[in-house]
C-alpha cells in the first residue's frame, strides 16, 4: 500500500469534507479478522477507508476483496491505469476504485467519490 505524498493529499482532502482521518489504520470487519487501510475517515455515522495502491491486478483486487468483509464505504486510489472494466464494476458497489497520477487528480477523483 503506497503511503506519503498521495495519502498526504487524500488527508486534506478529508478534513477538508470534515471528515475526522487517522494514518494507517486497521478495521476489523464483519469475520473479525483486522484489515489494514491509508485512511479511515469519520464524519458522524459515515465511515470511508482509503487505500492506495499502484495500478497491478493484485494489489486492486486484493483491496476490492475487503468489501466482502467490511461493512464501510471502501475508496481504492489507483496509482496509475486500472483496468476501465474494474473501474466501470466499481461505480456500481460499495468499494470505489479511482484512478490518479498526481495529488491534485487524486484530490479530485476522492471528491467525485465521496460525493
Do not use: T, W
Not at 4 to 18: F, M, T, Y
Not at 84 to 96: D, F, N, Q, T, W
Amino acid at each position: 500500500m503506497l503511503s506519503g505524498a498521495p495519502a498526504a493529499s487524500a488527508k486534506r482532502i478529508l478534513e477538508g469534507l470534515g471528515f475526522s482521518v487517522e494514518e494507517r489504520a486497521r478495521v476489523r470487519g464483519l469475520s473479525g479478522f483486522e484489515h489494514s487501510f491509508a485512511l479511515v475517515a469519520r464524519r458522524g455515522e459515515r465511515v470511508v477507508c482509503v487505500s492506495i495502491v499502484h495500478s497491478s491486478p493484485a494489489s486492486i483486487l486484493a483491496e476490492v476483496a475487503k468489501g466482502f468483509d467490511v461493512p464501510h464505504e471502501i475508496v481504492v486510489a489507483v496509482e496509475g491505469e486500472p483496468p476501465p472494466k474494474a473501474i466501470e464494476l466499481s461505480r456500481k458497489r460499495r468499494v470505489k476504485i479511482v484512478a490518479f497520477k498526481s495529488g491534485e487528480e487524486l484530490a479530485e477523483e476522492l471528491k467525485k467519490a465521496l460525493a
